[in-house]
């Protein structure tokens, strides 16, 4: 086992130009040569046109999250989901089934809701993405927030956060749902605990006061 | 003698009011953690090769290319090369590496062979004579009778005639104890006879767990004007917790370990890892705030939680992460067992039950499981019940929510409901008619049956089965009972007040999100007379005093029994010191919204603030205990009752099935919080609905393997299958005097029979296994049709 690879030593200078597969990494790990693990895109010709190919070593990113930038040196195969969780201590978005099933992991990228475990994170540099954490203002709930409290919509409150995003892009695009509304709206997500219906009385309760 | 017991109604601020949930601001912010938000220095990341086959021995592992893998920091064979492996997903080695790719790259990079072996995975019916007879009893067959709630005189009398294959240990003996055996089961265990040559025979898949009679079942079935024959079943299902199983440990030197891990039972995880790791338990830190979900599948550190320990070990005592991943944790974390029976039922033409008769069978996996308590209930005077026990491959079973009471109420009510069809009498008439089998609680039942009727509209809605008006589209109403033991469990906490006012609660219990800190919080504040937010509540810790696991329903019980106890000697010490300076008796004061005055007397007063810094220059802190026999009374009891009914609508083009309407109508004792225990019984609703209509965990009879072991087809109800909800909880006489009871499980119990029974009655056919699926529900109607 070895030690180098937070501070890689060796630059990325002689791969071959067509990158390397993963087969062919793991071939390189395991005898123990070592390989780039910060590295830029290599650029090759696919279909007539230069694309960069990234990896498959760690590639530094940037982000745009809740207003402030991150960087992180990653792999092109980590989720915006881990990155968040794992990289930035954003722990407030939930892995739950890992492949966009449950919604436990939405977040808001270009103001969309999205299951952040199935969005790579290398796609969702620069966008703006936010997190349920960035909904509190002040120390203040958001409203929804707040609806959630005083109608019990959580148990062990796993799947809160993602419901919490979810409601709350939701009724900005549906100030006023009817109930056939909400059923379809907030089908993205799951709960163990059963407690969808102190959710549909926060959202009635959201929707009579206006968010 | 202090007074202990509950305050009456006019003497109560918060107990049994609506008090919203303290915990929820964290949680919908996102800033609650959960062992799986916990982001040690350090941290390595855990991952684990599992074996891919339902039987299998283990021939050779090859690790050498993943333990030269950079990053990767410490390979662990956990199940070596001879080791027999009994289902898919088994745990043979795991790694730890710096990132979560690193660590799946290194498990790719292993190479195990494995010798496949025949496996079973299916739990249909036995062949007719497979069955072996019983035989002496395991440690594992006494503790499944426990988990079964099996009454401890009949444990002692099988233990007795059964005798034991091998003398329990210490530890098992100690393991019982803490899993509820009496003094006379121990003693039985003691002295049982030993049957060394039973361990030696290969166990069959199918053994006769349980036969018996009562009364004079043939002379009744003889004797009885209508019987009634049926099939019904209920298949396994799994827990799915959204926070799957895990830990993260560390060793803060050679000799101690800390260990964050998603339990239900945070005080008894050290005592379970302390002989697998070879260290003094008092050596175990462990420590959670939150947790997502549990339902009772979480009260071991289990084999994975022991070798996160030891991977970290390996690793240098770094902090190592091993949570299961979602396919896992639906194949290996949590099922709950089947059970089927060919059940025969009779009556008197005025609906009188008489007799009973099942076959039943079910599977718990490995370890074959026990028959649910049926008749469920109604307590029939004849009766003859034969269980089979089918060990197979799917993987271990786990208490599920009121272990074997759903699949109990299934089996009974959905029997006793084609009974009152045969007799053409109205269900809600047919099982008020005979409520006098259920006891004791027969009050209780009845009071429950009438509220329910009225929520729902029965009389209006209910119709003779199948004569309902169709369009395609059918409705129709079913009714289902349950109940539930309970009482507290056992529980330590420590309260202090300082001499600034401030006051402290500890207690080693967890919150599941049925409400624990709440409903600790206003048993708190409600005796000290200060308001909620003034106390400040820390559990989840083994560094507080022990208070049992969150099963059975017994954690509100424990915790508010401590608390009151404490609260009501820190509050009677207080005012010991405070008497003097107003000049009164101790027993004279009284402390109301933040302010100890002389009763009846507002204008000699001190605020909390002032009342505190009498205490002198130390806090003063007092050990609240549940049970506490010098303390009396018992703070708690057992035995709750529930009636639920349930409206749905079947498509009989597609054979979907919409449940239009439930209500809930519950007991259980004194409510605390009625808020909170609303929430508990929507919950359960909508958890049955789940059940009832959805979920299976479905096995590939060739492979062995689980077919649906992810979210999208093993499906949990969502928010579209979520009908009209109507909980009514019992309060007031009859119910508060009894003290707190159970909550958590008893309203799970009863959805699934009260689903079936409104199916059969719209579509006057009984579809005789859960989950009703489309394609069973069509099944069932061409059948009809056929016949």
Redo the contacts between chains.
């Keep these: 086992?070895?030690d180098?690879?937070?501070n890689p030593k060796v630059p990325n200078e002689n791969s071959e130009s067509s990158g390397v597969s993963r087969r062919d990494?793991?071939k390189i790990?395991?005898?123990?040569v070592?390989?780039p693990l910060v590295a830029g895109p290599k650029m090759v010709m696919a279909a007539g046109q230069e694309v960069p190919v990234y990896g498959p070593g760690k590639v530094p990113m940037e982000f745009a999250i809740n207003g402030k930038n991150y960087k992180a040196n990653l792999?092109p195969?980590?989720t915006l989901l881990?990155a968040l969780?794992?990289q930035f201590?954003?722990?407030?978005?939930?892995?739950?089934?890992?492949?966009a099933?449950?919604g436990?992991c939405t977040v808001l990228m270009d103001n969309k809701t999205v299951y952040s475990c199935s969005v790579l994170a290398i796609e969702a540099q620069h966008k703006p993405i936010a997190?349920?954490?960035s909904?509190?203002q002040d120390g203040k709930?958001h409203p929804v927030?707040q609806a959630?409290?005083?109608n019990?919509?959580?148990?062990?409150?796993?799947?809160?956060?993602g419901f919490?995003v979810s409601c709350k892009a939701f009724l900005d695009k549906h100030p006023h749902p009817t109930p056939e509304d909400?059923?379809?709206g907030?089908?993205g997500?799951?709960?163990?605990?059963?407690?969808?219906?102190?959710?549909?009385k926060a959202i009635a309760h959201v929707a009579q006061k206006g968010a | 003698m202090p007074d202990y017991a509950w305050p009456d109604a006019q003497h109560r601020t918060l107990i049994g009011t609506r008090v919203t949930r303290v915990d929820s601001p964290a949680k919908v912010s996102g800033q609650a953690k959960y062992t799986y938000d916990v982001h040690r220095p350090g941290m390595l990341y855990g991952k684990v090769l599992r074996c891919p086959y339902a039987h299998a021995k283990v021939v050779s592992i090859d690790t050498s290319a993943a333990e030269k893998m950079p990053g990767v920091k410490a390979v662990h064979i956990v199940q070596g090369p001879g080791a027999n492996i009994h289902w898919a997903g088994d745990d043979i080695v795991a790694v730890a590496a710096v990132d979560e790719p690193t660590a799946e790259d290194a498990i790719r990079a292993i190479k195990v062979k494995f010798q496949q072996l025949p496996h079973l995975v299916s739990d249909a019916e036995p062949p007719k004579g497979s069955a072996q007879e019983e035989g002496p009893l395991s440690v594992d067959a006494i503790d499944d009778m426990l988990d079964n709630q099996v009454p401890a005189n009949q444990m002692v009398s099988t233990i007795q005639r059964d005798g034991l294959v091998k003398k329990a240990s210490e530890d098992e003996l100690k393991m019982l104890k803490a899993d509820g055996a009496t003094d006379a089961v121990l003693e039985a265990i003691g002295s049982a006879t030993i049957h060394p040559e039973a361990s030696s025979k290969p166990p069959s898949n199918y053994q006769k767990a349980a036969a018996q009679t009562l009364g004079e079942p043939d002379k009744a079935f003889a004797e009885a004007d209508v019987v009634s024959e049926g099939l019904y079943g209920i298949p396994v299902i799994t827990h799915c917790c959204l926070e799957s199983h895990g830990s993260i440990s560390e060793w803060t030197d050679q000799e101690h370990l800390f260990t964050h891990i998603s339990t239900q039972n945070v005080s008894g995880i050290p005592g379970q890892m302390a002989e697998p790791l070879k260290i003094p338990a008092t050596n175990i830190r462990v420590h959670q705030d939150n947790i997502g979900g549990g339902f009772g599948s979480k009260f071991s550190p289990d084999r994975w939680g022991i070798f996160t320990a030891e991977v970290s070990k390996k690793a240098g005592g770094k902090p190592v992460r091993v949570m299961l991943e979602r396919d896992t944790e639906l194949k290996v974390a949590g099922a709950r067992p089947s059970a089927y029976a060919r059940v025969k039922v009779a009556a008197k033409k005025d609906g009188t039950v008489v007799a009973w008769q099942s076959n039943s069978w079910g599977t718990g996996g490995p370890g074959g499981g026990g028959m649910p308590p049926i008749p469920y209930v109604f307590n029939i005077p004849n009766q003859r019940q034969e269980h089979t026990a089918i060990r197979n491959n799917i993987g271990p079973a786990r208490a599920w929510r009121a272990p074997n009471h759903p699949q109990a109420a299934v089996l009974t009510m959905c029997a006793l409901d084609d009974l009152a069809a045969k007799l053409n009498m109205d269900p809600v008439e047919f099982f008020g008619k005979n409520l006098n089998l259920t006891k004791q609680r027969e009050n209780i039942y009845r009071e429950e049956l009438g509220i329910a009727s009225e929520l729902m509209g029965w009389k209006q809605k209910w119709h003779p089965r199948g004569q309902a008006p169709s369009d395609g589209m059918v409705r129709g109403v079913g009714v289902s009972f349950h109940t539930w033991g309970g009482r507290g469990h056992a529980s330590d906490c420590d309260l202090t007040i300082h001499p600034d006012g401030s006051v402290d609660l500890k207690m080693g219990t967890q919150d599941l999100g049925t409400g624990t800190r709440t409903c600790i919080l206003m048993v708190a504040a409600d005796t000290l007379g200060i308001p909620m937010d003034a106390i400040q509540l820390q559990i989840g810790d083994t560094t507080y005093p022990p208070s049992g696991g969150s099963g059975g329903s017994t954690t509100i019980g424990g915790v508010t029994s401590s608390t009151r106890r404490a609260a009501v000697d820190a509050r009677d010490a207080l005012f010991a010191k405070v008497a003097p300076a107003l000049s009164v008796q101790p027993d004279q004061l009284e402390c109301v919204n933040g302010k100890v005055s002389v009763k009846g007397d507002s204008s000699h007063s001190l605020s909390w603030k002032e009342a505190c810094s009498k205490l002198g220059a130390m806090p003063l802190t007092v050990r609240g205990k549940n049970p506490d026999k010098s303390k009396p009374p018992d703070l708690t009891n057992s035995g709750v009752g529930g009636v639920q009914m349930a409206e749905v609508e079947v498509d009989t083009d597609t054979g979907i099935v919409k449940v239009k309407k439930m209500v809930a109508v519950q007991d259980c004792g004194l409510v605390i919080d009625i808020k909170t225990a609303e929430g508990q019984c929507y919950g359960a609703l909508i958890m049955g609905i789940s059940y009832a209509l959805f979920e299976e965990k479905v096995m590939d009879p060739a492979t062995g393997r689980m077919l649906n072991a992810d979210m999208q087809f093993y499906r949990l109800a969502g928010f579209s299958d979520i009908p009209e909800l109507v909980v009514h909880m019992m309060t007031g006489k009859g119910y508060d005097e009894r003290g707190v009871i159970v909550l958590g499980e008893p309203p799970v119990e009863s959805p699934g029979a009260a689903i079936s029974n409104e199916v059969a009655h719209a579509k006057g056919v009984r579809v005789p296994f859960l989950p009703l699926t489309p394609d069973r529900v069509l099944a069932a109607l061409e059948q009809k049709a056929g016949a």
């Design positions: 086992m070895r180098d690879d937070e990494f793991l790990s395991g005898i123990s070592a390989v792999e195969r980590v881990d969780r794992d201590e954003l722990t407030g978005a939930k892995r739950v089934c890992d492949r099933e449950c436990a997190t349920v954490e909904l509190m709930l927030q959630f409290v005083e019990d919509g959580s148990q062990c409150g796993f799947c809160t956060p919490v909400i059923r379809r907030l089908s997500n799951l709960c163990r605990c059963g407690t969808y219906d102190g959710i549909r």
